[in-house]
Nanobody, 121 residues
């Protein structure tokens, strides 16, 4: 029932910033918890950030203080603001929707196609 489309990825130099957007279809966006995950070449998918329907937030330790997550229910959109980017942040970033704000991606029901973020040194 939900389709997710990410945008905003690209190539940026270390220390720079990007804002990722995830636009959702449907009229029940505000009922979902939303998460951001990433997967680098040769590595497992990992949790990055999540936001609940009540705007509670959770972050991977390595991005705390650098990344922020927000949602605009009127626009059916969740954002990931990424500042002070490092080469190790390079990955495909995915957004996901699920009933609760879990760190385990397997608990999310819907996924976007992903957007590439590349941070050069």
């Amino acid at each position: 029932q939900v389709q997710l489309v990410e945008s905003g990825g690209g190539l940026v130099q270390a220390g720079g910033s990007l804002r990722l957007s995830c636009a959702a279809s449907g009229r029940s966006f505000s009922s979902y918890a939303m998460g951001w995950f990433r997967q680098a070449p040769g590595k497992e998918r990992e949790f990055v950030a999540a936001i609940s329907r009540y705007n509670s937030k959770d972050f991977l330790d390595s991005v705390k203080g650098r990344f922020s997550i927000s949602r605009d229910n009127a626009k059916n959109t969740v954002y990931l603001q990424m500042n002070s980017l490092k080469p190790e942040d390079t990955a495909v970033y995915y957004c996901a929707a699920g009933p609760l704000m879990w760190r385990d991606g397997r608990r999310y029901d819907y996924w976007g196609q992903g957007t590439q973020v590349t941070v050069s040194s």
